[in-house]
């Protein structure tokens, strides 16, 4: 027996794609201008930040705020404006007609303005020790918890120049960086590449896979345990820090033939803000956060481009009749 499915009968204002910091933002924003959103929290409520320990870079927290903190914080004062929060999975999108059709499997909503914000996920290994240790030296983001590396041995996971980027940028706290590649061969540009090799505190691993990340039963990263691709000898290496330099997923694939996305997936943005279909902007739907950003990925930035969301759906609406 099937699921009914629920149709709105009204048209909603402002609909808002994931719970981040750039949709929270956006919320807030269209919330307190009375455009009353309906916030969807996806497959992952909060973001990134709702896998984060401590945010000390976020402006107002002197003395840092727990990630999860932050953005639960977020949620109340969104929800203080009269945003709607509700969880869903988007299983389809009509952005060609007006107003938009959205379909979330047991409901379907139409809306005058859509802004996708649900953001783009860490790439992995998978490695279920990896996984317990997510926020206890385990971290996707070298500028997000580089500084409570200091003095320390750590190890970046990749071979591409995101990898080479977030390996010289700990060198900044860290005594040792080990680069793991399981390759002999690198993606990264030979520019970057060459300034990581040159650089007297990182310490290249090719050809060489993680196997554990060792520190679960005291739960903080005490070092890694790696294996040759080619010899096949086994190693404890220890450290304090395992971070991941092997690029993010951006969640975006439903807008796949109806929106220009680059070649990773993520959205082309026009201004941080549009977002366009062959070139051309596609009328009342909106982008924020990490899904149109694969450069900064911070809090902070997600947050500011979903305020420049808002101001546009409120601007384009009133353009509208609403």
Same mark, same amino acid.
């Given at each position: 027996?099937?699921?009914?499915?629920?149709?709105?009968?009204?048209?909603?204002?402002?609909?808002?794609?994931?719970?981040?910091?750039?949709?929270?933002?956006?919320?807030?924003?269209?919330?307190?201008?009375?455009?009353?959103?309906?916030?969807?929290?996806?497959?992952?409520?909060?973001?990134?930040?709702?896998?984060?320990?401590?945010?000390?870079? *976020?402006?107002?927290?002197?003395?840092?705020?727990?990630?999860?903190?932050?953005?639960?914080?977020?949620?109340?004062?969104?929800?203080?404006?009269?945003?709607?929060?509700?969880?869903?999975?988007?299983?389809?999108?009509?952005?060609?007609?007006?107003?938009?059709?959205?379909?979330?499997?047991?409901?379907?909503?139409?809306? #005058?303005?859509?802004?996708?914000?649900?953001?783009?996920? @860490?790439?992995?290994?998978?490695?279920?020790?990896?996984?317990?240790?997510?926020?206890?030296?385990?971290?996707?983001?070298?500028?997000?918890?580089? *500084? *409570?590396?200091?003095?320390?041995?750590?190890?970046?996971?990749?071979?591409?120049?995101?990898?080479?980027?977030? @390996?010289?940028?700990?060198? #900044?706290?860290?005594?040792?960086?080990?680069?793991?590649?399981?390759?002999?061969?690198?993606? @990264?540009?030979?520019?970057?590449?060459?300034?990581?090799?040159?650089?007297?505190?990182?310490?290249?691993?090719?050809?060489?896979?993680?196997?554990?990340?060792?520190?679960?039963?005291?739960?903080?990263?005490?070092?890694?345990?790696?294996?040759?691709?080619?010899?096949?000898?086994?190693?404890?290496?220890?450290?304090?820090?395992?971070?991941?330099?092997?690029?993010?997923?951006?969640?975006?694939?439903?807008?796949?033939?109806?929106?220009?996305?680059?070649?990773?997936?993520?959205?082309?943005?026009?201004?941080?803000? *549009?977002?366009?279909?062959?070139?051309?902007?596609?009328?009342?739907?909106?982008? @924020?956060?990490?899904?149109?950003?694969?450069?900064?990925?911070?809090?902070?930035?997600?947050?500011?481009?979903?305020?420049?969301?808002?101001?546009?759906?409120?601007?384009?609406?009133?353009?509208?009749? #609403?």
């Amino acid at each position: 027996m099937s699921n009914t499915v629920i149709t709105e009968t009204t048209t909603r204002d402002t609909v808002i794609l994931g719970s981040g910091c750039g949709g929270l933002t956006a919320a807030i924003y269209t919330g307190r201008a009375n455009l009353k959103p309906l916030v969807i929290e996806g497959h992952e409520p909060g973001g990134q930040l709702s896998i984060t320990t401590l945010v000390e870079n *976020f402006p107002g927290w002197p003395e840092g705020v727990q990630g999860p903190e932050l953005v639960e914080n977020m949620r109340k004062q969104a929800k203080k404006f009269g945003a709607e929060v509700g969880m869903g999975h988007l299983v389809s999108a009509d952005l060609s007609k007006s107003p938009i059709v959205l379909n979330f499997g047991n409901k379907i909503v139409h809306t #005058r303005t859509l802004i996708v914000a649900s953001g783009a996920s @860490a790439r992995w290994l998978g490695l279920p020790s990896e996984q317990a240790l997510i926020g206890h030296g385990v971290s996707s983001c070298a500028t997000c918890d580089g *500084f *409570f590396f200091s003095g320390k041995e750590i190890c970046v996971i990749g071979g591409g120049d995101s990898a080479m980027e977030e @390996a010289m940028f700990l060198t #900044r706290f860290a005594t040792k960086v080990y680069l793991i590649h399981r390759s002999a061969q690198f993606r @990264a540009s030979k520019i970057m590449l060459a300034r990581a090799m040159a650089h007297p505190q990182i310490e290249f691993l090719t050809s060489t896979v993680v196997e554990e990340v060792l520190g679960v039963e005291e739960k903080e990263v005490k070092g890694i345990r790696v294996r040759h691709t080619v010899t096949g000898d086994v190693k404890d290496i220890p450290l304090s820090g395992f971070f991941l330099g092997i690029g993010h997923i951006p969640n975006a694939k439903f807008f796949s033939g109806q929106m220009d996305l680059d070649e990773d997936g993520y959205i082309r943005s026009k201004d941080n803000v *549009f977002t366009t279909h062959n070139g051309h902007v596609i009328p009342g739907v909106f982008c @924020a956060g990490d899904v149109q950003d694969r450069r900064y990925r911070q809090a902070i930035t997600a947050a500011g481009s979903g305020c420049m969301a808002a101001l546009e759906v409120e601007k384009y609406l009133e353009e509208h009749g #609403r």
